[in-house]
């Protein structure tokens, strides 16, 4: 069993549409999670950084951290084209623990 | 501020072969990560250096991978011998006090 697990769709929406992107974990250490978007031939872009559970607002993007479940998500409203890209999330421990990154999801916003 | 700098952006070489990659971090970043990304895969850690020292190389296959950090600035990552399964985006990233990674646009690999 991986130690993050994230659907890799490809999930399509219509712009303007809600998107909700999950990523489940087993690790229970986990305390830091992140979500980074990657556009084609790009590298990975922090979006969201959160620590332990809760929610976390940014303009259209809204982090939320589940540590009861081990699920972690990160809603898109109002999605544009410009959205489209691949979705990362990604956790760790502790401040100095490896970064363990979800598989990603591919997200196409059409419109 | 520029952002974390890598070359070359593409390779092809031929299995057996050995290849060389550049990593240049933010400046004042303390941390540097080489990140292996497999094609549809999220990445994954081969080696962290904190200034010039190695912190964790536990996925590194040190048989054939090596990587350096001279002077706690720039970096680099070799490959010898190359095989097929090494074809992959090579993502070295950086960070100021190992909270926010950021991330170069990786060199593309393919093995033939």
């Known amino acids: 069993q991986k130690e993050v697990e994230q659907d890799p769709g490809p999930l399509s929406v219509p712009e303007g549409a809600i998107v909700s992107l999950n990523c489940t974990y087993s690790?229970?250490?986990?305390?830091?999670f992140m979500w980074y978007r990657q556009y084609s031939r790009k590298g990975p872009e922090l979006l969201m950084y959160?620590?332990?559970?809760g929610n976390k607002e940014d303009g259209r993007f809204t982090a939320q951290v589940d540590k009861s479940s081990k699920y972690i998500s990160l809603f898109i409203r109002d999605s544009q084209p410009s959205d489209s890209a691949t979705y990362l999330c990604?956790?760790?421990?502790?401040?100095?623990?490896?970064?363990?990154f979800g598989q990603g999801t591919t997200l196409q916003v059409k419109p | 501020e520029a952002g974390v700098a890598q070359s070359p952006r593409y390779k092809i070489i031929e299995k057996r072969q050995s290849v060389a990659f550049w990593c240049n971090p933010i400046?004042?970043?303390?941390?540097l990560y080489w990140y292996q990304q497999i094609l549809g895969q999220g990445p994954k850690l081969l080696i962290q250096?904190?200034?010039?020292?190695?912190?964790?190389d536990s996925q590194l296959p040190k048989d054939r991978f090596s990587a350096e950090r001279l002077k706690g600035v720039d970096s680099t990552l070799k490959i010898q011998p190359a095989k097929l399964e090494d074809s992959a985006v090579y993502l070295c990233?950086?960070?100021?006090?190992?909270?926010?990674?950021?991330f170069g646009s990786g060199t593309q690999l393919s093995v033939l």
């Open positions: 990233a950086s960070s100021y006090h190992n909270e926010k990674l950021f």
């Open positions: 690790n229970s250490a986990f305390q830091y």
């Open positions: 959160t620590y332990s559970s």
């Open positions: 990604a956790m760790k421990a502790g401040n100095t623990g490896k970064l363990i």
């Open positions: 400046s004042g970043h303390a941390t």
């Open positions: 250096f904190q200034n010039n020292g190695v912190v964790d």
